[in-house]
């Protein structure tokens, strides 16, 4: 294992992300400032570009603990030290499917409304000059389980409610959906 960060959500925004916090990063070695995502970003950045090799970033935690969110300031502190002609915000253009995946891979549990049940792999691509030319979002590790079983005080995946909700719409009306409750008890 490479660098390790400890970061905790603080369930409030802080004025520690902007571009001056990146900016002031950007070309620091590690250790010369304070542990921070963007000392983590940078460092791979650095290491991507002088060994030509790939780098990864790792990050994990509990439910609400800012994995995505910590996804973002990575992926926009790329964007802006890259000097990417697509710097249009490759975050937003690479978070724009979160609704999309959320849906079919976030569920309510008793610890958090939106918790994701599955891992995200974000693949970000440089060209020869380091600066981002796209990026690619996979998921694994699907709970699959929840399809079936739901704990108590829990709830499938949104999309089930989502689909049920439209089950009187013309176009579903094939898959012969009800209400989520009545569905919920088929799998149970």
């Known amino acids: 294992a490479g660098i390790i960060l400890v970061a905790i959500n603080p369930y409030k925004q802080l004025p520690i992300y902007g571009d001056a916090i990146i900016h002031a990063y950007s070309g620091q070695n590690m250790g010369d400032m304070d542990p921070h995502i963007f000392a983590v970003a940078e460092e791979a950045y650095k290491q991507m570009a002088r060994n030509n090799k790939n780098q990864s970033i790792i990050v994990s935690g509990e439910s609400g603990a800012g994995k995505t969110v910590s996804a973002r300031y990575t992926m926009r502190y790329f964007a802006t030290v890259s ?58 590790l699907l709970e699959k389980s929840r399809v079936v079983f739901q704990s108590e005080n829990e709830r499938n995946y949104h999309i089930f ?28």
Not at 179 to 186: F, G
């Open 83 to 140: 000097k990417s002609s697509s710097n249009a915000h490759v975050e937003d253009k690479v978070l724009a499917s979160n609704p999309i995946t959320e849906a079919v891979g976030n569920a309510k549990t008793t610890r958090n409304d939106n918790s994701s049940r599955f891992g995200k792999y974000t693949e970000i691509s440089f060209d020869q000059s380091y600066q981002i030319i796209g990026a690619n979002m996979r998921t694994y």
């Open 161 to 188: 409610y989502q689909l049920c909700a439209s089950a009187m719409q013309p176009e579903y009306e094939h898959l012969k959906l009800g209400r989520s409750q009545e569905n919920n008890l088929l799998f149970s």
